[in-house]
């Protein structure tokens, strides 16, 4: 096993932590530094924590929104609305000529986040729209194994080696942790957008203190499920790879079968 991929496995239980991740692959703590801030940036990797978002008190909703209007005017919207709403994600699905979006609302503003959606309809911003909870929403963890880390390429025998480990199917409830306050929330933000910053970097952009960082980072730690790597190639991605909707009944042999494709998301 290559020294990247003994990192990159670790990293996706640790998190970025250098010292925790030398230890347990024997790795040294540079090259493990030059492998996580060097070599998967200039691979495409992206590295994000997996949030466990009913931990925040939020509920999963897939909304699926018809409209009269052209695509690009829809989008602004949208833009808007993950702004200064809940939206998470959006994507225009080119067969149905519909937009799919995932919102992550707090149940007891569920009545009025209808309410919102219906007066979309009564002004014709939206023809109609279908709206479904969702039980979680989970990053499947990278393949570390069906990536070549050496020559940044994908591995053509992938379908000969199922995935090893279990990917467990845990349901999340929005049941929010108890004394979760908003500097908790400012700093999960921060790790979010960059999980390598140290906790000296978000004190200074917060101005607050180094301690209050790292004591409220471990407060929230417990809301990251997963250290999640987002592969895009650099040059040329639209020519390289296509985001696909799958939809299926997911009986046991089926979920097996899409877990077992690397480059499955969620």
């Not at 959606?117 to 570390?144: H, M, N, Q, T, W």
């Not at 250290?227 to 895009?232: G, K, P, S, T």
């Not at 985001?243 to 969620?266: C, E, G, V």
Request: hydrophobic letters at 40%.
């Amino acid at each position: 096993m290559s020294q990247t991929r003994k990192v990159v496995e670790a990293l996706m239980k640790h998190g970025p932590r250098y010292t925790t991740i030398s230890r347990e692959t024997g790795v040294p703590i540079t090259t493990v530094r030059y492998l996580l801030r060097e070599k998967l940036p200039k691979l495409g990797f992206t590295i994000r924590p997996a949030i466990n978002y009913g931990k925040l008190g939020l509920q999963w909703y897939l909304i699926i929104l018809d409209s009269p209007l052209p695509p690009d005017y829809l989008v602004n919207l949208l833009d808007l609305f993950g702004e200064t709403m809940y939206l998470n994600y959006y994507a225009f699905l080119l067969n149905e000529r519909k937009f799919l979006t995932i919102f992550s609302i707090p149940p007891k503003f569920e009545g009025s986040f209808t309410t919102f959606l219906d007066e979309l309809v009564k002004f014709g911003i939206i023809r109609k729209y279908r709206s479904e909870k969702l039980y979680y929403r989970r990053v499947v963890p990278l393949r570390a194994d069906c990536f070549d880390f050496n020559n940044g390429v994908w591995l053509q025998n992938w379908e000969e080696s199922p995935r090893i480990e279990e990917v467990p199917e845990i349901h999340e409830e929005p049941s929010q942790l108890n004394g979760m306050t908003l500097l908790d929330l400012k700093i999960l933000v921060e790790f979010y957008k960059n999980p390598l910053n140290s906790y000296t970097d978000i004190a200074r952009k917060l101005n607050i203190t180094r301690q209050t960082v790292k004591r409220h980072y471990e407060n929230i730690l417990s809301t990251i499920y997963l250290y999640m790597l987002f592969w895009m190639p650099i040059k040329y991605p639209e020519l390289v790879c296509t985001p696909i909707f799958i939809q299926a009944n997911m009986d046991y042999y089926m979920r097996k079968t899409m877990l077992n494709i690397p480059f499955m998301h969620l």
